[in-house]
Structures are given as structure tokens and as C-alpha cells.
């Protein structure tokens, strides 16, 4: 899963200084391989573009990069990537190339999903170019974006595709910024305030809607604008403070106007396939090009007690520690790797499993405590001992639960009839 990140304050300073926060903590776990940033400059009628292989987190002169592309008060976008393997090397393809965004001749896009196309015959036209999925979709909606609306443009062209995507697009005839969500990858805005001098009725600062920042992961989202409010004040003297954050509306088109995301259209996601193709671009090998596959109707995860039971001999003792550690069923650790690698945990590959293990798991064993744990435990065995039920049921709660707060997992528990005083009394879970 990739990142987009889309930031409008109103100022040079600030849009950098929130790109620029965004950009390291979208990067510290795995998207690693490449980020871009975009920017129009309206007063001159120019667009510029930073694209590398390297991630934020690993460029040390990350600031300097982004101070040339973002030049103006206009809004600026941002992609950071985690690659999926290239259907007919079955390898990742990174390169400053395959970062996003994606310039054509009519608009610019970055995405975030893994999307395929749903007849042969339209993929056998790309079959001597080495194109990732996002590139293929950019090159579909050239083609349908004649003589029509742009939103019109998009829902014709995703007619052509099955799997999941987020938008941000930058439109260039009309200058405007389109951003899209389907079903699965979400997107979350909050808005930024500045607080004034002046006091309200009740005593309280008043407050000036500033801007917006929109991000792929909501817990992301939650401390990259902590920390780019506490170098606003720091560096600028900025008093910066967030509304809620909130969940986009999902298979929607929103055009971004003022400060505002405006409902244009609607954009159906269909993630499930039965018919027949000839690539599966990011979980298998077919190197044998030519060779007629059936798609796989839905992920394989793991889906009864006893299938645990004979799972639970395959991993390796450091793994098997770790999700004791974190207090993961192997459901959990199977979605996890689902996540992640877009294959299940008996699927991945030596260097996925690596990473597993030696950067991800120790990242989230850190964000665990004894008490999230306990109440996390009891809220899935209120729920009927199925976590990813509560996770279908909560949009808003993030994945996996330890990235969520201690209160909100305590709202939760509330919400599946976990009564407060039962809290302290849960021993040896």
C-alpha cells in the first residue's frame, strides 16, 4: 500500500513544513521505495515535480529536495510508494521512473491500490512495455478523457479495471484538483485552524480555517500534523490547532475548491473478479506470458480455530514469539501480511518475511502496552472472538489495534458491551 498526502495552508512555509512531516513519518515503516511531490504555481501558470526512487526517511537533505517543487501558497500533493511486483518479472520495479505522480498530457495522478485490467485484450496493447498498474490506468484515462467531462472521463476509464485505488489528480485545462476514493484504500482529511488574538463570547481564542491536509493512514495523519503543528509554533510563532479528523466517503469524486472537498460523482470500486486474464500483476509469477489464468475470487485468510491449529507449526519461533508479544491471533497476522504484501503470510516470500519480522512487528510491539492489550482482547472475545469483524464494522478504528490511542480502544470495548470495571480484573490474557 502506498501513501498520498494532499496539504493546502495558504502559505509557502507551511505547506512545506507539513509535506515535510508527512514525507518521514509516511516512510518510516515500509513505503520505501520512492516518493514524488507536485505542485501548480498558479500566478505562473507552471507545474513543478519531485520524483526519486529514495524514500523521505532515508534523504537527508529531505527539506532542501521539497523547497525547490513547492514555491507558491498553492496546494501541493504528495505520493510516497510501496511497490508491488511487476506481473511479468514478478520482481519490484523501483525506480525514480515508476514514482509517483504521473505526468500526461491532460492531467497529473498519483495512486494508491493495485488495479487490473479486466480483458485480454486490452492489456495484450501494453504487453511489450514494461508498465506498473498505475501507469496502464494513466494511459486508459488519456484515452477516454476526449470530448467529455474529466469526472465523466474517470468512471469510463475505471470501467476497464477491477482492484482498489485512491485518487489525487490535478486537472490541467479547468486547474483543479480531483480527489477520489474507492472502497477499500481510504483517505482522511482534517482541517487546520489558526488560533487568533482576539477571544470569543465564552473567553476562548478565536479561530481561522487555514487549510486542509488529507492522508492514506489515518494514524499517519494523526501525528504527522502534531508534530508539523509543533514546529509551526517552534519555527513560525504559527498557534496551529486541528478539527477532527474524518473519513472521506467512499466510491466518491471530490473536486477540492477553496478549502472545500465538493461530492461531484460517484465511482464504483469492484475488487472481486471471476472471469479470466492473463496477469496477476502483483501476486504471482507469470513469466510464461500468454498463459490464461483464473483470478482468485478473494484473499485466502485463515477462517476457523482449527485451521489456526494447523498453521500454528509453520512459523519459525521468532514469529511465533512476536505475535504472542503483540497479542495476534494468526487471523490477524495472516490480514497483516494481507496489508502489507497483498498475499497471505504462507504466500510471502523470504524478504517479505524479513521485513516482517525485523521492521514491522518491532515498530507495533512498541505501540503495545499490558492495558491495550488486556481491553483489546476482551472487546474481540465481546464481539465472538473475530477481530477483522470489528475492523469491517469500525472504518474509523485504525489497523492493527495498537496504533490506535488507549482511549478510543477503550471506546470501542464500551461499544461491544465491555463494561469499565472489568478492565482491571482481566489476568492472563
Known amino acids: 500500500m502506498c501513501q498520498l498526502t494532499f496539504v493546502d495552508l495558504g502559505t509557502i512555509n507551511l505547506n512545506r513544513l507539513a509535506i515535510s512531516s508527512m514525507g518521514v513519518l509516511n516512510s518510516r515503516v515500509l513505503h520505501m521505495d520512492g516518493v514524488g511531490v507536485f505542485q501548480f504555481h498558479k500566478k505562473i501558470d507552471e ?22 517543487v513547492i514555491s507558491s ?30 505526468q500526461a498530457k491532460k492531467f497529473v495522478l498519483a495512486h494508491n491500490g493495485t488495479l487490473d485490467m479486466r480483458e485480454l485484450s486490452d492489456e495484450e496493447a501494453y504487453k511489450d512495455e514494461e508498465l506498473i498498474d498505475s501507469e ?31 485518487f489525487i489528480i490535478f486537472e490541467k485545462k479547468s486547474k483543479e484538483y480531483y480527489i477520489v476514493r474507492g472502497k477499500e484504500k481510504l483517505l482522511h482529511k482534517v482541517n487546520i485552524y489558526e488560533e487568533l488574538k482576539e477571544k470569543d463570547e465564552d473567553g476562548e481564542p478565536k479561530r481561522k ?24 509554533r517552534w519555527i513560525y510563532n504559527r498557534r496551529l490547532v486541528s478539527g477532527d479528523i474524518e473519513l472521506l466517503e467512499e466510491e466518491t469524486i471530490f473536486k477540492y475548491d477553496k478549502k472545500e472537498l465538493i461530492n461531484v460523482g460517484k465511482i464504483e470500486e469492484e475488487s472481486k473478479w471471476t472471469g479470466t486474464n492473463t496477469v496477476n500483476k502483483h501476486n504471482h509469477d507469470h513469466s510464461n506470458q500468454g498463459t490464461v489464468v483464473e483470478r482468485p475470487v478473494q484473499r485466502t485468510l485463515l477462517k476457523s480455530k ?37 498475499k497471505t503470510l504462507l504466500e510471502t516470500q523470504e524478504t517479505e518475511l524479513d521485513i516482517l519480522i525485523h521492521q514491522v512487528l518491532p515498530i507495533l510491539a512498541d505501540q503495545v502496552s499490558e492495558t491495550k492489550l488486556k481491553i483489546w482482547r476482551l472487546t474481540t472475545l465481546a464481539s465472538g472472538d473475530w477481530p477483522d469483524k470489528i475492523y469491517q464494522e469500525n472504518p474509523e478504528f485504525d489497523y492493527p489495534y495498537m496504533l ?6 477503550k471506546e470501542l470495548a464500551k461499544k461491544y458491551g465491555v463494561e469499565e470495571k472489568e478492565w482491571p480484573s482481566i489476568v492472563g490474557i
Open 306 to 342: 482449527e485451521a489456526e491449529k494447523d498453521f500454528s507449526f509453520l512459523l519459525g519461533e521468532e514469529l511465533e514469539i512476536y505475535t504472542a508479544e503483540i497479542g495476534f491471533t494468526y487471523r490477524e497476522l495472516d490480514q497483516l501480511c494481507y496489508e502489507l504484501f497483498e
Open 136 to 166: 496502464l490506468f494513466v494511459r486508459e484515462l488519456s484515452k477516454a478523457y476526449k470530448g467529455i467531462e474529466f469526472k465523466v472521463a474517470l468512471v469510463k476509464a475505471m470501467k476497464k479495471f477491477y482492484g482498489k485505488f485512491a
Open 47 to 68: 507545474t513543478s515535480i519531485f520524483k526519486t526512487h529514495l524514500a523521505p526517511v532515508n534523504i537527508t537533505n529531505w527539506g532542501n529536495c521539497i523547497q525547490g
Open 73 to 102: 501558497r498553492d496546494p501541493v500533493f504528495m505520493h510516497v510508494r510501496n511497490a508491488t511486483n511487476n506481473g511479468n518479472t514478478n520482481k519490484k520495479i523501483v525506480t525514480t521512473e515508476k514514482s509517483h505522480p504521473f
Open 209 to 232: 480555517h487555514i487549510g486542509v491536509i488529507i492522508n492514506t493512514e489515518k494514524g499517519d495523519l494523526a501525528l504527522g500534523i502534531q508534530t508539523f503543528m509543533q514546529n509551526a
Open 404 to 409: 490506535n490511542p488507549i482511549q478510543v480502544i
